[in-house]
């Protein structure tokens, strides 16, 4: 009997484990050294990668980005780009124009996989390799790539020859293992869009011209070589080749930049991380560039109390690229800027290292959870360095009301797409805008209206303790918010995600009914949009005093809790959400009543609020 019951608990075990397990995912290894031809705008470089197949399937193919080979013209990311309805001003019709001594390319001279020999073809941005033996699972392969490459004319995040001047804007510039997860293959062809990448170690030898000074991600391992303070060359490397040598662990890409002109400056915060900060100093950079590291000093002191502990031990703000790009341990950033936009583009790209660098969500499909969690968390971080004094601008109330706004606007258009749309499928360049960066930042906004400042707080904390260095979806996300406020939200990310249904409740009748003669009041209220929501109300008094009422979904499965302590919270009967109008009685004479308002701080995006007040009839 002894045993039976000892395999009954080893059974039940074993069948918990298989119905909760720890979500696999894979492991790569980067080792490559690159010699670059500065004259010529090409590279030569070989790679060694050990690739760890942490998935329960057998692997018999792999594929690559070669996102070099968009630059081309007649490549999908041109055709796109001279396609679409309303395409982006930095590309347009440039790809198209670009000389053979212009575009960018990546060519493989060889590929093998432990020793063998493996096919490959290229199709577009990526490769096809076909695999001499099948990767099982648990086990690992080495892939060793002889490969060349040439830079493209800047057109977008990565190139050469940008607007400001930067030589080198190396992002997104080698031959990178495309990522595999539950969902499969994520081989997707480089739009212009945005990426996805295994988790790993970086090894990358850099050998440049000893004239220009190199920026990266990760951890440079030979600064005695290079010169102090890897600004400044030793005499003994005049004319010669220099090679930088880094280290960057747990990473899921790898950047870095170069330019004769480079002033680098650092500053070590008092937790010991380095901040790093790479630009020409010239009239137009000199003043906003020198008082930013001790604003981006404050701005962690923030960021890491409100959002989690940075992971790193160092970041590097560069001037380069076409705009603001994040990347591990690093962005590049156009820096002739004045001091607002300089620090703003900063405190955005910054902040993507909790929200995409440490929680390595699939941004082609969840862009919102990249560029909206980023925009929502840089309103707070602004408005929280302009109170402090740090920076021009006046404090804000509410941060977040120009997405609201812009959501809102957007919203009555016509032309929104929902948030699940693969972020390469949107049909305009606009909807992914608004949807990625403005409806997803109103996504946390609004969250917080619905469960209460205090768990939503708590959650996003926990969000990140939980799920960094791995790769969170959107259903993550929301069950650490279930978990944290004891109440059911599946709802709330299927209706604003999946749809684009708006919201819109209105106040449309105060004190009318057969109750009034009893000295009593009926509040009806009507729900005219599509997507249901909980509603806070507030009812002013003749008096001058105030109450507020709640009024949970019933699919919720309980309600926020109150969230001011001076004013008197009533929860009141739950709302079924096919139920279009909603009725709850005040024990007061109409006469009474001044207003009935709904949601009187702004926390839902409702599309239409001029029916969110109303004064009883006299």
Same mark, same amino acid.
């Given at each position: ?12 075990? %074993?069948?918990?484990?298989?119905? @909760?397990?720890?979500?696999? @995912? ?7 050294v690159i010699d670059f031809d500065v004259r010529n705008h090409q590279f030569k470089g070989t790679q060694e990668l050990i690739y760890y197949n942490n998935s329960p399937d057998t692997l018999d193919k792999v594929f690559y980005h070669l996102y ?81 490459? @040439? ?167 560069? @001037? ?11 962005? $590049? ?46 309103? +707070? ?35 929104? +797409? ?40 708590k959650g996003m904390l926990r969000y990140y303790n939980t799920w960094k260095f791995k790769h969170p979806n959107a259903n993550d996300f929301i069950r650490i918010m279930e978990k944290q406020s004891g109440l059911e939200l599946d709802w709330y ?23 009034? $003669? ?19 109300? $507030? ?22 809790? %109150? ?56």
């Amino acid at each position: 009997m002894k045993n039976w019951t000892s395999l009954a608990i080893l059974f039940f075990a %074993a069948t918990l484990s298989q119905a @909760q397990p720890e979500r696999w @995912q894979q492991r790569a290894e980067y080792k490559m050294v690159i010699d670059f031809d500065v004259r010529n705008h090409q590279f030569k470089g070989t790679q060694e990668l050990i690739y760890y197949n942490n998935s329960p399937d057998t692997l018999d193919k792999v594929f690559y980005h070669l996102y070099f080979n968009a630059f081309q013209p007649n490549s999908m990311m041109d055709i796109r780009s001279r396609t679409i309805m309303d395409p982006d001003p930095r590309v347009g019709g440039r790809i198209f124009e670009l000389k053979e001594n212009e575009i960018g390319y990546h060519k493989v001279r060889s590929l093998q996989m432990d020793g063998e020999p493996a096919a490959f073809e290229v199709a577009g941005t990526i490769l096809e390799v076909q695999l001499p033996r099948p990767v099982m699972p648990g086990a690992k392969a080495v892939f060793e790539m002889e490969f060349e490459s @040439q830079v493209p004319l800047q057109i977008r995040r990565a190139g050469r020859d940008n607007s400001e001047g930067i030589a080198y804007s190396m992002a997104q510039w080698y031959p990178k293992m495309c990522e595999y997860d539950y969902q499969g293959w994520h081989a997707n062809p480089y739009i212009g869009r945005e990426f996805y990448g295994v988790w790993g170690d970086f090894d990358v030898t850099i050998d440049i011209d000893a004239d220009y000074t190199v920026a990266a991600t990760g951890y440079l391992q030979n600064p005695e070589e290079i010169g102090h303070g890897y600004g400044e060359k030793t005499a003994a490397s005049k004319g010669k080749k220099l090679s930088y040598h880094f280290i960057a662990p747990n990473v899921h890409d790898f950047l870095w930049a170069a330019d004769p002109d480079y002033t680098h400056d650092t500053f070590t915060r008092k937790d010991g991380t380095v901040l790093h900060f790479f630009y020409q100093k010239n009239e137009n950079t000199e003043e906003a560039w020198g008082r930013l590291p001790a604003i981006m000093d404050k701005a962690f002191d923030f960021i890491n109390a409100n959002y989690g502990q940075y992971p790193y031990k160092q970041y590097s703000f560069i @001037q380069g690229g076409d705009g603001g790009m994040e990347y591990p341990m690093a962005t $590049l950033i156009t820096g002739e800027r004045s001091l607002g936009s300089l620090v703003g583009v900063s405190v955005h790209e910054l902040m993507h290292s909790w929200y995409q660098m440490a929680l390595g969500t699939n941004e082609s499909l969840y862009a919102w959870m990249d560029e909206g969690f980023t925009s929502w968390a840089s309103d +707070e971080v602004m408005n929280h360095l302009r109170r402090q004094g740090l920076i021009p601008g006046r404090v804000l109330d509410d941060p977040h009301a120009s997405d609201y706004q812009g959501y809102i606007n957007f919203a009555k258009s016509g032309f929104e +797409e929902p948030l699940i749309t693969h972020a390469d499928h949107f049909v305009t360049n606009t909807a992914y805008g608004i949807a990625a960066y403005v409806k997803g930042a109103v996504f946390l906004s609004q969250l917080e209206y619905v469960i209460g400042k205090k768990a939503f707080r708590k959650g996003m904390l926990r969000y990140y303790n939980t799920w960094k260095f791995k790769h969170p979806n959107a259903n993550d996300f929301i069950r650490i918010m279930e978990k944290q406020s004891g109440l059911e939200l599946d709802w709330y990310r299927e209706y604003w995600v999946n749809t684009t249904h708006t919201i819109d409740y209105g106040v449309k009748s105060v004190g009318e009914g057969e109750e009034r $003669l009893a000295g009593k009041a009926i509040i009806t209220l009507e729900k005219a949009g599509l997507m249901p929501m909980p509603v806070d109300v $507030l009812v002013r008094y003749a008096d001058g005093t105030e109450e507020m009422f709640n009024i949970p979904l019933r699919i919720m499965r309980g309600h926020k809790p %109150a969230e001011n302590s001076e004013m008197p919270y009533k929860v009141l009967e739950d709302w079924p959400w096919v139920s279009p109008a909603y009725e709850f009685v005040l024990d007061t004479n109409p006469d009474n009543i001044l207003d009935v308002i709904i949601d009187p701080h702004g926390g839902m995006a409702d599309v239409n609020r001029d029916n969110n007040s109303l004064k009883p009839k006299r």
